[in-house]
């Protein structure tokens, strides 16, 4: 049987700049355009990319957000989530530690879930 890999999301919207800069400034990735007319903007969450696409059969902010929850696997979750608070993210979930590992659930712009992970080292050991 054939292996089949996710690698990517298409996050549509009625403003994908908005969530462009928005993912950048909150977690510093790489931003890129493709070629074309309609483009999209891709961010490059280390191989894994989110594709911004401009929809105009869409409504401003997501209705249903916890349908689909991003997770970002981040390496400080409290320096993260002070870039998110600096920014004037909106907090669905504010960080907590547990057991060693940090959690936080952030809204975007568009009011997608997006959540932050820093799993502990004992963790990370466990799940291998």
């Keep these: 049987m054939e292996e089949s890999v996710i690698n990517s999301i298409l996050l549509s919207s009625t403003a994908p700049e ?25 961010l490059d969450f280390d191989g894994f990319y989110v594709m911004l696409d401009r929809r105009d059969d869409v409504g401003s902010a997501n209705p249903e957000p ?10 400080d979750a409290r320096g993260t989530a002070r870039r998110l608070d600096e920014i004037g993210t909106r907090w669905l979930a504010p960080l907590e530690d547990r057991d060693g590992s940090w959690f936080a659930t952030a809204v975007d712009p568009d ?17 291998s």
């Design 66 to 75: 916890g349908r689909v929850i991003l997770n970002v696997e981040v390496e």
């Design 18 to 42: 908005r969530l462009r800069d928005w993912y950048a400034s909150a977690f510093g990735v790489a931003t890129e355009r493709t070629p074309g007319e309609p483009g999209y903007d891709v």
């Design 111 to 127: 009011g997608n879930y997006v959540q932050l992970i820093q799993l502990s080292e004992k963790m990370k050991a466990e799940m």
